[in-house]
């Protein structure tokens, strides 16, 4: 069985095992992987004030980022016929997920659509989030099914904090063909002509990073991360602040709002099942 102890603020943490790294999961708040440990070293950042604060947004760990990524348009979306309202990256992050199933080194947790996600995501489904560690990889398995009568339309993205210390990000460098992307601080379309880590803040969309992957080097002592993703993943996000010692690389299935623009968004017809894949190795 997947150990399970109090951790952060004495939340149920469920600790997974692999070659000399260890994973570690706090279904409770938003199924949030809080801690990828390879050797010594915590390859994630964690602001553990904002994991103990319940009325707080987690800052660290791995978010997931369900039924939308990114804000809307006045945070708001039409659908059958009416508007309805969520906050940015939506509720899942926010939600306690239960434990289906926990193993040494496999954990599956699940949230289902309630009285409190139909008012605001008028759909119901059944997500399923599995976490396996092997060898020094960590894949995140995302399983929605549509129980209902109609398609159940889908807007996913991860958000994982990777530790880059302030000082390293003028050495740090996140491979990508991309030529141009969606500057979230100025709200335009630039050209990408490459990252600058060190700025007061990046916020870069790239919306033709071709490749379903991509290698985070963090600078020398550090371990570069490689990720990867399932086709469906169309949009690379790269975040950071100036000041934090991080920077977020997300894979995201399409660009911010489209529960409301309808542009790039996934269906799960009736009865049947969606299954995405995002894979974390060091």
Request: hydrophobic share 40%.
């Amino acid at each position: 069985m997947s150990r399970a102890f109090p951790g952060i603020a004495g939340l149920e943490t469920y600790s997974l095992k692999g070659d000399d790294c260890c994973v570690e999961v706090i279904p409770s708040r938003g199924a949030l992987v809080t801690s990828f440990m390879v050797g010594d070293e915590d390859i994630l950042y964690l602001d553990e004030a904002t994991v103990a604060d319940p009325t707080k947004n987690v800052r660290g760990g791995i978010p997931v980022l369900f039924p939308n990524a990114g804000p809307l348009p006045g945070d708001t979306y039409p659908a059958h016929g009416q508007s309805f309202s969520l906050s940015q990256h939506g509720f899942a992050r926010k939600m306690e997920w239960a434990v289906r199933q926990a193993e040494d080194s496999l954990l599956v947790l699940g949230l289902k659509s309630s009285a409190e996600t139909l008012r605001v995501y008028p759909w119901e489904f059944d997500a399923q989030l599995t976490f396996s560690l092997v060898g020094r990889r960590l894949t995140i398995d995302f399983d929605i099914q549509n129980p209902g009568m109609e398609p159940l339309p889908v807007h996913l993205g991860f958000h994982p904090y990777f530790r880059v210390p302030d000082a390293a990000k003028s050495v740090t460098t996140v491979e990508t063909d991309a030529t141009h992307g969606w500057d979230n601080r100025t709200k335009r379309e630039v050209p990408f002509t490459g990252l600058d880590l060190t700025a007061d803040e990046v916020d870069l969309h790239l919306r033709d990073h071709s490749k379903q992957e991509t290698r985070l080097s963090r600078g020398p002592g550090l371990r570069p991360i490689h990720l990867s993703w399932s086709p469906e993943f169309k949009v690379m996000v790269v975040w950071t602040l100036k000041g934090k010692d991080f920077v977020c690389v997300e894979p995201w299935t399409a660009a911010a709002g489209a529960l409301a623009t309808g542009e790039g968004l996934l269906h799960v017809q009736p009865d049947e099942r969606l299954s995405l894949a995002f894979d974390i190795e060091v």
